[in-house]
């Protein structure tokens, strides 16, 4: 009994995962993938977690006839998915596999034309570590397609959350989700990361495009697929074993509908793409290698010119940018509407409480994930470095227009000591620099307003 309703929650956790979360999250990831895709090539390629078969069956679809796929996916509901979605003409073509990221290390070197993470690098103990065996099973002139949220993803949440910990005087916790928010790299560090690996700079491409999700109220927001399945379980590993995770969340719920009571939640997604080609023998080979930053940067002559002259110390001229980014997709792609938006906005009935109200009892997963978070890191005061730039700014800033010139009469003497600022006053500071109200005189005595005003 027990083992038929474990396969009923997978089973509807994997169509949730297909129907709800896939179109919102997963399948913007995958179209930066299909726009690097090395088009009717019979490419040997391997996609790691392949989930409901969504990005495997886009491959089948857009690779060459004679392509193959294996697909790795650790999930059997998700699996089973996959193997539904494979139409009859692909038989021969795809191999669904039970695995998962730590099996590439058992696989040969030099194996795949073109391997595809979709989602993968994100959540991983090592970036560079397993970054360096996607590389090594690999072909040389082989591609690498690996996708991850970047820095700034899940920001608007993370900071209500940061202080609904600090509230809590949960500072374990609190740094813990500072840990998490480092684990998604900046596109300077995952270069560093990539060039570390012995990946020369002409052959690679570092891609990041801006989304966001939209939801009506907190509570929609919290019970929505997309979170509920995806970094609410982050959320709750770095909290520990904690007796009341609900009322944790439901501060945060109060603070989202506190703070955007006028207008819906938009939450930031920061889209990463990591485009490697991997040089092949000989001169040629390592030439063509090169060519994928110079294919990148001649879609977009315009930037080119203006970063080049950057680079080389050249003086600024004025240049109109006009860029078409959607380029040329010969097989028509959908990209999708930008302004698609969480079902979470539709008036639908209340959900049932789920994992986010329930008391916390974590998985083999959660324990994971919550020692990766609970490591070491150095612990910075976010507070008053925001302050003390903030101070900085308002220190030096100046006004680029209406400068008046004034006489010593009207210079004010300051005293050495009222110079020192400390972190934490800036608000006060600003509202100072701010202008007074406008002036409005009384009303003359005969006028309506002023005859009421002297009964």
Known sequence: MATTQKSQRQE????????????????????LIYRHLPRGTDAFTLDVHCGPGRTTSELLERLGPGARV?????????????????????????????????????????????????????????????????????????????TMPMVGTWTEVEDLFREVLRAAQLKDAARRLRHLDRLRPTGPELARIVQALGVGPDHFVIEQERSHLLFASGREFLFSPVIEHGPLRLWKAILGVHDKPQE?????????????????FSVSMVLGLLHVRVPDVGA????????????????????????????????DDDI???????????????????????????????????????????????????????QPAADRDGDTELDALLDQVLEYAKP????????????????????????????????????????????????????????
């Open 284 to 315: 040629a080979g390592a030439h063509a290698a090169a060519e994928t930053a110079g294919e990148h940067w001649r879609r977009y002559p315009q930037l080119d010119l203006l970063f080049g002259r950057a680079e080389q110390g050249d003086d």
């Open 70 to 146: 294996l697909a790795l996916e650790p999930d059997h509901a998700l699996r089973e998915l996959a193997k539904a979605r494979m139409r009859p003409e692909w038989k021969g073509r795809v191999y669904l596999k039970d695995g998962a990221l730590p099996d590439v290390a058992g696989m040969g070197a030099d194996t795949y034309d073109l391997v595809v993470a979709n989602l993968v690098l994100g959540e991983v103990q090592s970036l560079e570590e397993s970054l360096r065996e996607i590389l090594r099973v690999t072909k040389p002139g082989g591609h690498v397609l690996a």
């Open 248 to 264: 944790l969340f439901w501060s945060l719920k109060e603070s989202i509908d506190a703070y955007y009571a006028d207008s819906v």
């Open 320 to 374: 109109d940018i006009d860029l078409e980014l959607d380029d040329g997709d010969e097989d028509g792609d959908e990209d999708g509407d930008d302004g698609e938006s969480s079902d979470a906005v539709r008036d639908e009935p209340a959900p049932a409480p789920s994992a986010s109200s329930s008391s916390m009892h974590m998985s083999a997963k959660d324990q994971a994930i919550f020692a990766l978070l609970d």
């Open 400 to 455: 680029q227009d209406g400068i008046e010139e004034l006489d010593a009469a009207e210079l004010e003497e300051v005293v050495a000591e009222d110079r020192g600022k400390r972190p934490g006053q800036t608000r006060p500071r600003a509202e100072s620099r701010l202008p007074p109200p406008p002036f409005i005189p009384p009303p003359p005595p005969g006028t309506a307003r002023g005859r009421k005003k002297g009964r």
């Open 12 to 31: 509807r956790f994997a169509r949730a995962v297909d129907r709800e979360v896939a179109p919102l999250w997963h399948d913007r990831f995958a179209r």
